[in-house]
């Protein structure tokens, strides 16, 4: 087996964490929204459209266009910042 540059692996770990971030955020938004067919073109795009599913393109497009409440630059970072942060809300 020959070996592959540190530079290459750093890229597709990071490409891995990218689509499956969209992903996960498009399916979750999908399913919370009950649009059954959108779950299921999201759920079979890395299968089945593989171009179209790379780097999480349809689902960015999914998220931003197509979604019942459309996703903005700025709900985007929202999101991340409730996730990450810690701080935990009072009852």
């Given at each position: 087996m020959e070996n592959i540059p540190i530079p290459v692996i750093?890229?597709?770990?990071?490409?891995?964490i990218w689509v499956l971030t969209w992903k996960g955020i498009a399916l979750w938004h999908a399913a919370q929204y009950k649009q059954r067919n959108w779950f299921i073109i999201l759920l079979?795009?890395?299968?089945?459209?593989?171009?179209?599913?790379?780097?999480g393109l349809i689902d960015i497009?999914?998220?931003?266009?197509f979604a019942k409440t459309k996703m903005t630059i700025k709900s985007?970072?929202?999101l991340f910042k409730?996730?990450?942060?810690?701080?935990?809300?009072s009852k």
């Open positions: 750093i890229l597709t770990y990071l490409t891995i079979a795009s890395i299968i089945v459209l593989p171009g179209f599913g790379l780097f497009i999914y998220l931003f266009f985007f970072f929202a409730n996730m990450f942060s810690s701080k935990e809300k």
